[in-house]
């Protein structure tokens, strides 16, 4: 299979009148895993949202790319069908929604259209159950959570989580984590990183983890390492690259390239 490339080229965009990315390029491929990071404000979970379709955010110039197709124009629906996946900072509780129940009608809207014709409708319950167990035990959650509402009254761990089990179920080829380990504690964010790392080494799943903190890097060994600083990348580098924001913070960044005006 050839490798899907997601390309932002020179991306400008904003929400609600006020433009927070300035002209962002960035170029992730698959079974690569990216991470961005950047002080608050710098458009880190904006330039998330923009790549999924967000409806409240605008694009104003410049192009979302998957295999050169643009997917600017595309629903988020439709970006998910080309591969693309979003793991939420601050995921949505949804009350009457078992975890299971939840995960199958997404995965079938996602493999086979969700069009209503049962007939398409390619994997039966007891496959999928088996499917949910099996990546139940990889993040090493309760497997009671399947019978639980999505998301309601799990813990910050347990959200975060969920998030990855969603995508190990719906296997992204691109996948853009936001601040995923917010939340979590030592062990949650080695269960974390090591069920990223293993979804990408099992599919070849691409990743553009987001995150302020050097110790889910520790354990993902990212490929590339990506510093936002006033709505643009304005570093690229290796893993040294993130040692060096752990030690020095962003300070070195603004010393650099100057406060950030607006």
């Known amino acids: 299979m050839v490798r899907m490339q997601l390309k932002i080229v020179d991306l400008y965009a904003s929400v609600e009148g006020k433009q927070i990315l300035k002209g962002v390029n960035l170029t992730v491929r698959e079974g690569e895993i990216h991470s ?8 880190k979970s904006t330039l998330a949202y923009v790549i999924m379709g967000h409806p409240k955010y605008t694009v104003d110039s410049g192009d979302i790319q998957l295999d050169g197709e643009s997917i600017v124009n595309l629903s988020p629906d439709q970006r998910a069908r080309r591969g693309l996946f979003l793991a939420f900072q601050y995921p949505v509780e949804i009350s009457g929604v078992t ?14 259209g969700g069009d209503g014709d049962k007939s398409k409708e390619k994997i039966g319950v007891a496959e999928f159950q088996k499917l949910l167990r099996e990546k139940i035990e990889l993040l090493k959650l309760d497997p009671s959570i399947a ?3 999505l998301n309601e009254g799990f813990s910050g761990g347990e959200k975060k989580r969920c998030e990855i089990l969603q995508m190990a179920i ?13 939340g979590l504690d030592i062990d949650g964010v080695k269960i974390v990183a090591e069920g990223v790392r293993k979804i990408s080494q099992q599919t070849g799943m691409g990743a553009l983890v987001i995150t302020h903190y050097l110790r889910i890097l520790n354990y993902l060994k990212p ?3 990506h510093v936002m600083y006033g709505g643009r ?11 060096l924001l752990e030690e020095k913070g962003y300070s070195v960044v ?3 390239y100057g406060p950030v005006n607006g």
């Open 36 to 43: 961005l990071m950047g002080p608050n404000g710098s458009g």
């Open 99 to 112: 975890l299971a129940n939840f995960l199958r009608r997404a995965y079938i809207n996602l493999k086979y």
């Open 147 to 149: 019978r639980r509402y």
């Open 170 to 182: 719906l296997s992204p080829r691109i996948a853009v984590l936001d601040e995923t380990d917010s």
């Open 223 to 225: 490929d590339v390492v």
């Open 233 to 243: 990348v304005v570093e690229s580098g290796g893993y040294e690259l993130a040692q």
């Open 254 to 256: 603004e010393q650099k």
